[in-house]
């Protein structure tokens, strides 16, 4: 197939599924018609609800994922799923066994499901992550949930180009994911307190809307905090509701503040790709041989980027 | 207190334990004496060995921390510890319970801890915790300990900073820890397969070896799969020894990729302070009120940060 850009934007747009699975190869890969295509896709977007998933390993993101999808249907949205997924040279990008629970949804035409591996790229994925959402936003999709697994810098990224972001946090977990709370709790539009059938839910609950009063001393406008069982499907419709409710909510101020995010880490990624691989590998001989160092040669490498 | 770069780099070579807290300080706010101060230090370093510590949450990484530590303190090695943290606007580098434990080194004049926070700066935080490592290692530091919380790219990014690394895993967690194995499979030079005393640690031992010997078919040069069972001490000691051990085994080349990974986020990090946010104020203002696509105006941006 040899689409012009304008074909194959019109394709997505039109609903081809097809059309839509080789832009976000284009997009993972960094491909030279990635950057036209999305030009071109950018005024059919606007209409999907981008919702992030996020929290620590163990949470049951990938069920509640699973029964988000679920609600959604039910109310008869379409429903396009990013997996973000750690990668390394060796797997190139893994299945994760817990994710095959979606598979349910596999042969419902309403749902499509995309891996999205973390390719080593010096950017990072937040941004070909957001780009993918967009694709699947002009395909059509009413919301699109992109589901991260762990709980690093990365996954910060992506929370924050998504519209909302549902940070999933169960009891009984230790000091690390309170810890963890710190980085995640700016990022946070709804929380989720899920396995909240466990003793603690309430304690959780109570001890997160303690920390969000720091900032929102009457918590309005603060992010909700709701409990789910997602093994059971409760509190789930509830969630989705929540999550949807605070992206219509947004300001133009607070759109303002997404979209600073988002150029940003378009910027850095763009420019990292910018650098000559040899340029680089040169410099990194005459550290590692004692012949300079890493700081003056770093002030060179920038001069011919910025140069060039 | 006005010293000038040399005074300071003087100081801090000389084992200066307020000159190298302020020059951390510099480090992480990325004030203006900081670059200055690096290249000055540069020839006081190469001496320490900068060893990562890197895995899920509740893989006990903390008080593995602390037992290495005390191995290395009993061995007559002074150890600089860096302790990476999540944060927020909120909490503003959030002081982690579980590091509380490391206190019982406090006195001890020995050991040296600083938390680093990620202040939501572009580039992440590795190239920061690397120059912080740098200045610990020309004050005499003979070991410097990077502790990571959480498992995402930052992660990942600040263990290949380091001259090795040791990933903590335990027995037991789901198939999401699984999963983020392959992500950080590429950045273990050695595995600690921690709470050893569990059922199911040697299936994990097993299945570590059976990932690294699709690489290494002969497991020779392979990372070395230890057990450990932190909270008695247990394998602490053969683990610190081996981690040592691999990086005076690094080649050349081996130094050489380290370097282009440094380097590479030395120059993201860099670039990423160039640029002025009034120019991503208005820009993003631009898109958020439907002016213009995100494209358009990245590439604008992008031209305006390398003509300068």
């Not at 095959?100 to 950017?123: I, K, Q």
């Amino acid at each position: 197939v040899n689409w012009t850009v304008e074909e194959w934007s019109a394709r997505i747009a039109a609903g081809d599924q097809r059309a839509l699975a080789r832009g976000l190869t284009a997009i993972e890969n960094r491909t030279p018609p990635a950057a036209g295509l999305l030009k071109a896709i950018y005024p059919h977007t606007g209409r999907a609800a981008i919702v992030g998933l996020t929290g620590p390993p163990g949470a049951g993101k990938s069920t509640l994922a699973d029964r988000l999808i679920e609600a959604a249907r039910n109310q008869g949205r379409r429903v396009g799923v990013l997996a973000v997924d750690p990668s390394s040279p060796y797997t190139g990008g893994a299945i994760l066994g817990d994710r095959l629970r979606m598979m349910r949804h596999h042969t419902d035409p309403g749902v499509f499901v995309r891996s999205m591996a973390t390719r080593g790229a010096l950017g990072g994925i937040a941004a070909a992550t957001f780009h993918a959402a967009l694709l699947m936003d002009a395909a059509g999709f009413d919301l699109v949930l992109v589901e991260t697994v762990g709980v690093g810098q990365d996954e910060v990224d992506v929370a924050r180009l998504a519209h909302v972001t549902i940070v999933v946090l169960v009891p009984g977990m230790g000091d690390d994911v309170q810890a963890l709370k710190a980085g995640i709790m700016e990022i946070a539009g709804v929380f989720a307190v899920n396995k909240a059938d466990r003793p603690g839910a309430r304690q959780l609950v109570s001890q997160i809307r303690g920390t969000l009063q720091l900032v929102h001393p009457s918590l309005e406008n603060a992010p909700p905090v709701l409990e789910t069982v997602a093994t059971e499907g409760k509190g789930v419709p509830q969630l989705l509701e929540a999550a949807l409710a605070r992206r219509h909510e947004a300001s133009l101020e607070q759109r303002i503040e997404g979209w600073k995010s988002r150029l940003r880490q378009m910027l850095v990624e763009r420019i990292a790709e910018q650098m000559a691989p040899a340029d680089l590998d040169q410099a990194a001989r005459r550290i590692a041989e004692g012949r300079q160092d890493p700081f003056t040669i770093a002030d060179e490498l920038l001069e011919r980027i910025l140069r060039r």
